[in-house]
T-cell receptor, first 105, second 116 residues
Framework: GEDVEQSLFLSVREGDSSVINCTYTDSSSTYLYWYKQEPGAGLQLLTYIFSNMDMKQDQRLTVLLNKKDKHLSLRIADTQTGDSAIYFCVRGFYFGSGTKLNVKP | GAVVSQHPSWVICKSGTSVKIECRSL??????MFWYRQFPKQSLMLMATSNEGSKATYEQGVEKDKFLINHASLTLSTLTVTSAHPEDSSFYICSAAPQGPGTEAFFGQGTRLTVV
């Protein structure tokens, strides 16, 4: 198995940056993912990073990977109300608990 | 990207009956597929890894006789919930990795099972 941990909630104001954090225990998987799930909807792959990378940027999204500390983060710049959702950190095929992002107007 | 299709999207069944959920990779071959379960307001829990032509590998605590998995071809895996009970009501999602374990995975749209 795999322990992937995330904080459960994050609340930010529209226009601010959001940072969602994730820690994991197993280092064997080569991919780490961030998925988004809106209420009542399926999973949407946001971005992913290879385990041999430290950072990946994709438009408003920045992923940072600290392999030494086994820590992964997702930064959303200029957060919008449409970004309100649950964000899952995935290590290999194991999901974190999900972080519910609430964006206040 | 690759497409994974699940059927049905939702199903209601009577307690004691069995329900089969299909997961198909539409434009790629999937040697390995994964089955997840999601309870309301909770994360996805990996139930089992489905391997084409061999027995599925179940995660600890998942009853293999309760959740039967068959991966008969490179494009189809099925999950059968046997003798379903209300506590089996949940959202079931499958995924497949075209390049194999440890690579990018694509998810089906999920199946909402309600047992009454």
């Amino acid at each position: 198995g795999e322990d992937v941990e995330q904080s459960l909630f994050l609340s930010v104001r529209e226009g601010d940056s959001s940072v969602i954090n994730c820690t994991y225990t197993d280092s064997s998987s080569t991919y780490l993912y961030w998925y988004k799930q809106e209420p009542g909807a399926g999973l949407q792959l946001l971005t992913y990073i290879f385990s041999n990378m430290d950072m990946k940027q994709d438009q408003r999204l920045t992923v940072l990977l600290n392999k030494k500390d086994k820590h992964l983060s997702l930064r959303i710049a200029d957060t919008q109300t449409g970004d309100s959702a649950i964000y899952f950190c995935v290590r290999g095929f194991y999901f974190g608990s999900g972080t519910k992002l609430n964006v206040k107007p | 990207g690759a497409v994974v299709s699940q059927h049905p999207s939702w199903v209601i069944c009577k307690s004691g009956t069995s329900v089969k959920i299909e997961c198909r990779s539409l434009d790629f071959q999937a040697t390995t597929m994964f089955w997840y379960r999601q309870f309301p307001k909770q994360s996805l829990m990996l139930m089992a890894t489905s391997n084409e032509g061999s027995k599925a590998t179940y995660e600890q605590g998942v009853e293999k006789d309760k959740f039967l998995i068959n991966h008969a071809s490179l494009t189809l895996s099925t999950l059968t919930v046997t003798s379903a009970h209300p506590e089996d009501s949940s959202f079931y999602i499958c995924s497949a990795a075209p390049q194999g374990p440890g690579t990018e995975a694509f998810f089906g749209q999920g199946t909402r099972l309600t047992v009454v």
